[in-house]
């Protein structure tokens, strides 16, 4: 696992990469890490363009989200689209093949579909700015490794 | 550009901003050409944009260069009162302009009005207001500051306190779940399947297909809810 020049451990744990598009319609290959949203394992895409990890939301439907605890959100930007959704706070378990899981619990957006969008094509997202920009990660392509790890506490960097 | 026709506020919201002052301040104001940058503004659809599209503010417009809608009322409000603004409504001009900035999607100018705005005496209702407009304005990390901030003023507010827990920083919770190095052969499947499977939702355990289908809900009747079964369900694109 990566250190730090004075051994303190960089990751925790790293798991395997795939490259594909986001969508068929998409041939540049992005990046595709397993994610375990709320105990449903699947594949998100590293976003850095995007905030908080986005669970699918035929996925969001097998979670039972408390729809009294959520924070709802208009005009959610997703790449080049707005759709409105809801905020939830959800158990987002990074997991590894090798050393440890990371389990955290993170914001995540939930888009709310409307019957004329059609989402099937869009996968899961894990965002930079308000989740993987707060932990640690770090990505061997020659290796297609991801490794993750985080300190007790987290800090945050101001606006 | 978004379309300010559905914006629920408007008129209603201005008044109780601006007070009685801002009728006479419609009543004031001339109509002219027309002017796009009434779209840019989420208070002033009821006014079909009249007050944009008089000469007088198309000139402040042109020489001074304010083309933000917040910026824009500003101007014209101090232009036709009778009086300078008070205390109160130069801040609750403010929150016209986080308004303005967060319906036109500007995250920087919505960062620069709540930068400079003084949060020690703002109501919890504010708090409330600008952190869903920080959303809406897409800045995410000020709508986390804020919710902090606000749970600190005013600890027993119900909805702060909501807004505060969903929007709080990443929490590790765990750190010693062990690895599942079976997981690296489901990674192995779909480099060596993907081209087939192209367009499929698939199930996989162990690098082993536990089903395929066109659809997620058509995989979910194959194999059951996938919830905390290890088993990994992923569109192939």
């Known amino acids: 696992m990566l250190l730090y020049p004075d051994q303190r451990p960089f990751a925790i744990g790293a798991s395997s990469i795939t490259f594909r598009p986001a969508t068929e319609r998409e041939s540049t290959p992005r990046i595709f890490v397993r994610v375990s949203f709320g105990g449903v394992e699947t594949q998100a895409f590293v976003d850095t363009g995007a905030p908080h990890p986005v669970v699918h939301p035929e996925i969001a439907n097998l979670l039972d989200l408390d729809p009294d605890s959520a924070l709802s959100h208009e005009r959610y930007q997703i790449r080049r689209d707005f759709v409105d959704g809801h905020l939830h706070r959800l158990q987002i378990t990074l997991v590894a093949e090798a050393g440890d899981n990371l389990d955290v619990e993170a914001t995540v957006f939930v888009p709310e579909i409307r019957p004329d969008q059609d989402w099937s094509d869009f996968p899961s997202i894990l965002g930079l700015r308000v989740f993987l920009e707060q932990i640690r990660f770090a990505i061997d392509p020659s290796e297609d490794r991801f490794y993750f790890g985080a300190d007790e506490v987290i800090d945050l960097v101001d606006e | ?237």
């Open chain 2, 1 to 237: 550009m978004t379309d300010v026709a559905h914006h629920p506020k408007s008129a209603l919201e201005t008044e109780a901003y601006l007070g009685t002052e801002w009728s006479r301040l419609l009543e004031k104001a001339p109509t002219a050409t027309s002017g796009s940058y009434a779209r840019a503004h989420p208070f002033l659809e009821d006014t079909d944009g009249d007050i944009l599209r008089s000469p007088r503010i198309q000139e402040r417009v042109e020489h001074e260069g304010f083309y933000h809608g917040g910026t824009i009322v500003w101007s014209l409000a101090r232009d036709l009162f009778p009086r300078e603004p008070t205390t109160d409504e130069c801040a609750d001009l403010a929150m016209l302009e986080l308004a303005a900035a967060a319906e036109a999607g500007d995250e920087t100018a919505f960062l620069r009005t709540v930068n400079v705005m003084s949060w020690d005496t703002r109501p919890a209702e504010d708090f409330a207001r600008a952190i869903r407009l920080a959303l809406t304005a897409g800045a995410h990390l000020k709508a986390q500051r804020l919710a902090e901030l606000g749970t600190a003023n005013y600890p027993h507010h119900a909805e702060l306190q909501r807004m505060a827990h969903v929007l709080a920083p990443p929490r590790v919770i765990a750190k010693k779940a062990p690895a599942r190095p079976g997981t690296r052969a489901d990674s192995e499947w779909i480099r060596t399947n993907a081209e087939r499977y192209r367009g499929q939702w698939v199930a996989l355990r162990d690098g082993e297909l536990q089903g395929t289908s066109d659809s997620f809900e058509g995989l979910v009747r194959q194999i059951g809810n996938p919830k905390d079964t290890g088993v990994l369900v992923t569109k192939i694109s």
